[in-house]
C-alpha cells in the first residue's frame, strides 16, 4: 500500500488515539497462554550426517503460559512484566541406511523468563486498542533433558542457565467497563546465543563389537506465540484514590 494511502488510514486512528481512558499510574494483573506456533522461517529443523547415518531434531511446538503485570505511565505508554513457563517440543529422527533402521521419539525442553517490555498503545474504537511492544527477556533454564529409543537416544544440555532474548508483539484488546480487558496478538521470541546442544546418539550393537556414534547440533530456541490474554478490571479512580491516600498518610 502506497503511503499517501496509508496516511489517511492512520490519520483517524492517531487523533483518536489522543482520547484516551485513563491509562497512567494504573497497574493491571493478567494472565496468559501462548500456543507455539511451527514456522519454516525461524528455522524449526536442524540436522546432522555422517557415513550412512542421518540425525534430525524437529521443534513441533508448544505451550507458554504465565502472568504480566501492566503499569501504564501515560494513557499511551505502558511498562510490562510478568514470570512464564515455555515448553518447547521436539521430534528427534535417527536413520541407518545401510540397516534400514529408523526412528522418531520426542523430549520435552522446559524453561522460565522473565520478560520486561515497552508498550505503545492506538485507539481503534471505542472499547478496542492496537498496542506494539518491544523489550527484553531473561531466560531460565533448570535442567538437561534426555531422551531414548530402541537404538538410541538425544541428550539436550543448556547452554547457560540464565540467557538474555529480544522480544516484540503487536495485538488488539478489548477493554471492557467491568469485566476487564481480552486480548489477542502474537509474540516473536529471539535469544541472542543459542538455546542449547542436543547430542544424537545411534547404538551399534554388533559384530564385532558394539559402538555409539554421536553427532552434535545446536537449537536456537526461537519461536512464534499466539497470545491470548486477560487483564483483571482496575477502575483509575480506585488507583487515584489508593494513591491518594497513601500521600496522606506519609
Not at 503460559?65 to 515455555?86: A, C, D, P, W
Not at 523430549?107 to 506494539?132: D, F, K, S
Given at each position: 500500500?502506497?503511503?499517501?494511502?496509508?496516511?489517511?488510514?492512520?490519520?483517524?486512528?492517531?487523533?483518536?488515539?489522543?482520547?484516551?481512558?485513563?491509562?497512567?499510574?494504573?497497574?493491571?494483573?493478567?494472565?496468559?497462554?501462548?500456543?507455539?506456533?511451527?514456522?519454516?522461517?525461524?528455522?524449526?529443523?536442524?540436522?546432522?550426517?555422517?557415513?550412512?547415518?542421518?540425525y534430525v531434531m524437529d521443534l513441533k511446538g508448544?505451550?507458554?503460559?504465565?502472568?504480566?503485570?501492566?503499569?501504564?505511565?501515560?494513557?499511551?505508554?505502558?511498562?510490562?512484566?510478568?514470570?512464564?513457563?515455555?515448553?518447547?517440543?521436539?521430534?528427534?529422527?535417527?536413520?541407518?541406511?545401510?540397516?534400514?533402521?529408523?526412528?522418531?521419539?520426542?523430549?520435552?525442553?522446559?524453561?522460565?523468563?522473565?520478560?520486561?517490555?515497552?508498550?505503545?498503545?492506538?485507539?481503534?474504537?471505542?472499547?478496542?486498542?492496537?498496542?506494539?511492544?518491544?523489550?527484553?527477556?531473561?531466560?531460565?533454564?533448570?535442567?538437561?533433558?534426555?531422551?531414548?529409543?530402541?537404538?538410541?537416544?538425544?541428550?539436550?544440555?543448556?547452554?547457560?542457565?540464565?540467557?538474555?532474548?529480544?522480544?516484540?508483539?503487536?495485538?488488539?484488546?478489548?477493554?471492557?467497563?467491568?469485566?476487564?480487558?481480552?486480548?489477542?496478538?502474537?509474540?516473536?521470541?529471539?535469544p541472542f546465543n543459542d538455546l542449547a546442544l542436543?547430542?544424537?546418539?545411534?547404538?551399534?550393537?554388533?559384530?564385532?563389537?558394539?559402538?555409539?556414534?554421536?553427532?552434535?547440533?545446536?537449537?536456537?530456541?526461537?519461536?512464534?506465540?499466539?497470545?491470548?490474554?486477560?487483564?483483571?478490571?482496575?477502575?483509575?479512580?480506585?488507583?487515584?484514590?489508593?494513591?491518594q491516600r497513601s500521600k496522606r498518610g506519609s
Amino acid at each position: 500500500m502506497r503511503a499517501p494511502l496509508v496516511l489517511p488510514l492512520l490519520l483517524p486512528a492517531l487523533l483518536v488515539g489522543g482520547e484516551a481512558v485513563a491509562q497512567a499510574g494504573v497497574a493491571t494483573l493478567g494472565l496468559q497462554v501462548k500456543p507455539v506456533v511451527v514456522t519454516n522461517y525461524f528455522d524449526p529443523s536442524v540436522d546432522a550426517e555422517r557415513e550412512h547415518l542421518r540425525y534430525v531434531m524437529d521443534l513441533k511446538g508448544g505451550f507458554a503460559f504465565g502472568m504480566s503485570v501492566r503499569v501504564g505511565i501515560t494513557n499511551t505508554i505502558s511498562l510490562e512484566t510478568g514470570l512464564g513457563s515455555i515448553r518447547r517440543n521436539y521430534a528427534f529422527t535417527l536413520a541407518n541406511d545401510t540397516s534400514l533402521y529408523q526412528e522418531t521419539g520426542t523430549v520435552r525442553y522446559a524453561g522460565y523468563e522473565l520478560p520486561i517490555t515497552g508498550l505503545v498503545h492506538m485507539r481503534l474504537g471505542e472499547r478496542t486498542w492496537m498496542n506494539t511492544a518491544l523489550g527484553a527477556s531473561l531466560d531460565f533454564y533448570p535442567s538437561d533433558v534426555e531422551a531414548v529409543v530402541k537404538e538410541g537416544s538425544v541428550y539436550i544440555f543448556r547452554r547457560n542457565w540464565a540467557q538474555a532474548s529480544v522480544l516484540g508483539n503487536i495485538g488488539v484488546e478489548y477493554r471492557t467497563p467491568k469485566s476487564g480487558t481480552f486480548y489477542v496478538g502474537a509474540t516473536y521470541h529471539r535469544p541472542f546465543n543459542d538455546l542449547a546442544l542436543a547430542d544424537l546418539t545411534w547404538n551399534y550393537f554388533g559384530p564385532p563389537a558394539a559402538r555409539t556414534f554421536t553427532e552434535r547440533v545446536s537449537l536456537n530456541g526461537s519461536y512464534l506465540t499466539v497470545d491470548l490474554r486477560y487483564y483483571f478490571h482496575e477502575d483509575p479512580d480506585k488507583a487515584r484514590l489508593r494513591k491518594q491516600r497513601s500521600k496522606r498518610g506519609s
